[in-house]
């Protein structure tokens, strides 16, 4: 699945666990139709682990947990659950880490779906797949929204009121017959005093009555966006197509431009998009001999036989508000038909362009090279909040056309 997508589910009882390189807690939230928890009840994790028709699993450290949504069970008003991830490590990120979800059926093991977020930065925690009602039939959907604030971002974003951590004091002695506190999640803070009831979070408590309604995040929040002016990407870097609060939904410019290695030399390049949907289908490829598709929503700007010259060799135009709903994922590849390796191109790069003002808003240069025919330069990725991230790839493949793109580049996203 691609950020944004959904799936029908075809059994009653789902469960979704979270694998990662490192141990991470997973949760899940019971949400009305407003997006908020009723009640500190509807928050499901290690230390409240059932609620009505949700479960939690811990993996021990071993396997990873699971959240599992019984559909059946879900009471009436809740309409949606969200399952989350935070690194069990206090203060790490998911910089370097890729999360992947995998939802199944709970009854037979059966994979229906697979969700693994694009390139991830200074998040501490995710929404990563929401499970959901719409018009009587339940579904599942891709997010992949990441939280800067970790566990207090998502839990204050759903209606939960967090507590913050009272100032360290020297304790008072407990008195002889007075009970254990209660422990505390390995990634929380020390408790003191007595125990929370119900089996609470102890960094989490229930909202109080009427609370104020909180912001929900900007799109974007957490990454790198437009509001600085011109972004320039390494490898795997990522910019989410916002400024100033708004998603990038205008007519953009992919440029590619490249140079011959040696002089005099010259190199026949083709560049390309390819469309994806949400399960990561192919949808069409723009290129050289088709130059147009999506109803006029991608053009490219035909073939550079040479290379030679200053600016883009080749551009290819998007119309981010025209493309389809069903396209969620564009990769930009550039291919050598005559069978030149990229060892002999210099200078290879990707910029996008404000369409409107030629304003350059993301620029990504190539800084190495392998001995093949083809490369994935960037991908733009419909995220679930409507904007679209620009990530950075730099990955070479074999394959001296667009088609022998097509399949590489659909794992890539």
Known sequence: MTPGSNIPLTATRVAVDVSAPVRLDVSGLLLTADGKV??????IFFNQPSGPGVTYQSGGGTTPDVITVDTASVPPGIEKI??????????????????????RNADDGSVLATFTPPQLGTETALVIV???LR??????RAVGQGYANGL???????GVSVEEPAPAATPAPAAPTAPPAAMAPPSGPPVQGPPPPAAADPRIAAPPAAPAAPAPPAPGAGKINLDKGRVSLQKNQTVSLVKAGRPLLAQVKMGLGWEPAFRGKDIDLDASVIA???QRNHIDSCYFGKLSILNGAVKHSGDNLTGEGGGDDEVIVVDLGRLPQEV?????????????KFTEVAKAYCRLIDAATNEEL????LTNAESQTGVMMAKLVRQFSGEWDMTAMGDFVKSRTVRGMVKPAAQAL
């Open 276 to 278: 994806y949907g949400p």
């Open 328 to 340: 969620t994922g564009l990769v930009f590849t550039v291919n050598s038909f005559s069978g030149q």
């Open 362 to 365: 993301v620029r990504f240069d």
């Open 152 to 158: 207090a971002g998502i839990a204050t974003d759903f």
């Open 130 to 132: 929401e499970v959901y």
């Open 38 to 43: 009723r009640s500190d009840d509807d928050f």
């Open 135 to 140: 018009g009587g039939a339940w579904k599942a």
């Open 82 to 103: 969200v399952v989350t991830a935070s690194p069990d490590a206090a203060g790490q990120t998911f910089q370097g880490i890729e999360p992947t979800a995998t939802i």
